[in-house]
């Protein structure tokens, strides 16, 4: 079946800017999780949706950023007045709730700044 | 911050056993351990996860002491496609909570 899958791939936009990223989780997985990954480093938790709501946004680094999921199931990632401290790969996971063992990730959208 | 201390490298040769070692010496009696990977340019992949018990599945074992400060994860014959970095988590299972990535290992596997 169908993973998760993110877009776009790879999005470059410049200092300022306000971009969005898509994430279409596995379906029926009520839970989805946002990471950001910079390079070298290992994968840093964003925010975590069970359904509509955010259940845990606690790694959100300011207020720039913000996530929804309005109907639980898709969901975008919005980036405010982005900053080339933003530039990592953003990286979208799901899962079943009652199987919450294993996050099935999707490939990610590697965002530039410029 | 991450709960486990992994080398940052190793290799071995295709078709011999893969050892990588994970040290986690304050883990709670409620976590488990867990492993993924992440091959280059993909999302990371789940491996196997365990609490006291030896596990075992179609990709790897994974080997706890018995005070659990420390476990293995056995890749019995690794092939050029294991290549990849290999990070080990405690999280508390059930929970749906996040993960927390360390910078895991390097594995490199050589024909």
């Known amino acids: 079946g169908a993973g998760v899958s993110q877009t776009p791939s790879n999005k470059v936009t410049e200092k300022g800017k306000y971009v969005e990223l898509r994430c279409d989780p596995i379906s029926g997985h009520t839970a989805l999780y946002w990471y950001r990954q910079s390079l070298g480093q290992g994968p840093e938790f964003l925010i975590y949706?069970?359904?509509?709501?955010?259940?845990?946004d606690s790694g959100l680094p300011n207020d720039r950023f913000f996530a929804v999921r309005p109907e639980g199931s898709v969901s975008t990632l919005k980036i405010q007045r982005t900053e080339r401290g933003d530039s990592a790969v953003y990286l979208c996971?799901?899962?079943?709730?009652?199987?919450?063992?294993?996050?099935?990730f999707g490939p990610g959208t590697r965002l530039t700044v410029l | 911050d991450a709960k486990t201390t992994q080398p940052p490298s190793m290799d071995c040769a295709e078709g011999r056993a893969a050892n990588l070692p994970c040290n986690h010496s304050t883990i709670s009696g409620n976590e488990y351990v867990y492993w993924y990977r992440q091959i280059h340019s993909q999302g990371p992949q789940y491996i196997i996860h365990g609490l006291k018990n030896n596990e075992t599945n179609e990709m790897a074992s994974l080997i706890i002491t018995e005070d659990r400060k420390s476990s293995t994860l056995i890749l019995p014959h690794a092939t050029l496609r294991d290549t990849a970095v290999y990070y080990c988590?405690?999280?508390?299972?059930?929970?749906?909570?996040?993960?927390?990535f360390g910078k895991g290992i390097t594995l490199s596997v050589r024909p």
């Open positions: 988590i405690v999280r508390v299972t059930g929970a749906n909570s996040k993960l927390t």
């Open positions: 996971a799901s899962s079943l709730q009652d199987r919450s063992d294993e996050q099935f």
């Open positions: 949706f069970q359904g509509t709501g955010a259940a845990d």
